[in-house]
């Protein structure tokens, strides 16, 4: 059998898997795709049981034999307490965690006396605004990172975990614990929080402001459908990384608020003004430009063709056919949809200078291309 990236799975069972929410589950379908045998354990039965019935591994046995690997999935404010509890529990086996945080979680475990030889710290760069065992996939990790913190581990035990992100179609990548939570707290956690907040400003607005929304809305406030739980552990736990970028920001809007106040609906005055907010926005466009691409390449910017697509079963599927005869390739696709129409408009992102080439070959297969 071959596992979630596509190679036999290398990882040696049993495999325990504590906490089966959406990572931990999916951590069990990836690793049943390759033929490890994964052993299920969460404080709710429900939710273990949900995790068995979709596939992800079976419940132990009163004679389990010994896991190899321990893979703690468990919200970051109880992760270092259950690494400890397994660590102790199962002496031989290698025990890593998948919480977002890794710092305060490594910190603990050394301060709770675990043995930090078979202790390695983990964390895939993936996730969804769903949460919970039905929404797990055994794909949820393809083509993402999966960083891994050696710490004080032995060796074999870092392969181990190594060994499992590959075999979850991830790909590993070695950093210290206080490095990933830089990391994560810049490019997760503050957007998590600017989501919210964004958000949060829509709770009182008026229908008419609604209909109004658009893809750009989307964009901004897709993660804010989060689960306040679990993210205010998150942010709790990674607060001494998380702060100051909020607080970069916040002077950043600051400085925006003043320009806008003094700026007063005047485009000639004061001076100055206009300069702070157009140099905000450029700001933005440099950072977005040192995002990755397709495939982890460097940013690319691509000519976008808009065509409206019927709301109906297999319209956009056809939409797609038609490209490919076009002999045109997607790079990117969005969609959105015109309120109060049963039309949608897909964003198709082409190489530049297919643009053009793209729209006539459309156009002439009867699509009407928004201008």
């Known amino acids: 059998m071959s596992g979630a990236g596509g ?19 999916s951590v069990g379908l990836a690793l049943r795709a390759g033929g490890v045998d994964v052993v299920l354990a969460d404080p709710s039965r429900t939710t273990v049981l949900l995790s068995r019935d979709v ?6 046995a009163p004679d389990e034999p010994e896991p190899a690997l321990v893979v703690v999935a468990a919200p970051p404010d109880v992760t270092a307490e259950v690494v400890l509890a397994e660590l102790a529990a199962h002496p031989r086996a290698v025990v890593t965690d998948v919480a977002s945080v890794k710092g305060t979680v490594a910190q ?11 202790y390695v710290g983990s964390h895939p ?20 990172p999966w960083v891994v913190c050696a710490g004080g581990a032995d ?12 075999d979850a179609g991830a790909t590993p990548v070695m950093l210290e614990a206080a490095e990933h939570d830089a990391a994560v707290a810049l490019v997760s956690h503050v957007p998590q929080v600017a989501a919210s907040l964004v958000a949060a400003r829509l709770r009182d607005a008026g229908p008419a402001a609604l209909d109004l929304a658009g893809q750009g809305l989307r964009d901004v406030t897709r993660i804010a459908a989060s689960e306040p739980g679990l993210w205010t552990s998150i942010l709790a736990a990674n607060s001494g990384a998380v702060v100051p970028v909020l607080r970069a920001l ?30 905000a926005i450029a700001a933005g466009n440099a950072g977005v430009g040192r995002i990755p691409g397709k495939h982890g390449g460097s940013h690319a910017t691509y000519d976008v063709v808009t065509v409206l697509v019927p709301d109906r079963p297999g319209e956009l599927g056809r939409l797609l056919v038609d490209m490919g005869h076009a002999g045109v390739n997607l790079e990117e696709l969005a969609i959105d949809h015109a309120p109060r129409q049963a039309v949608g408009l897909a964003s ?24």
């Open 125 to 144: 760069m993936a996730g969804s605004e769903r949460s919970g065992p039905t929404a797990a996939r055994p794909d949820l990790f393809a083509g993402r």
């Open 108 to 118: 603990a475990v050394a301060a709770g006396g675990g043995d930090l030889a078979r």
């Open 250 to 279: 916040r002077d950043d809007l600051d400085a925006l608020v003043g320009a806008l106040e003094r700026a007063g609906g005047q485009v000639a005055e004061p001076a100055g003004a206009l300069g702070t907010v157009a140099a």
């Open 55 to 60: 596939g992800a591994g079976r419940l132990p």
């Open 155 to 166: 060796r074999d035990a870092v392969l181990a975990v190594r060994t499992l992100a590959v």
């Open 7 to 25: 190679h036999p799975a290398a990882t040696r069972g049993p495999v325990r898997v504590v906490g089966t929410g959406l990572l931990g589950t």
């Open 348 to 371: 198709l992102s082409v190489l530049p200078g297919l643009g053009a080439r793209l729209e006539d070959e459309l156009t002439a297969r009867g699509w009407r291309v928004a201008g």
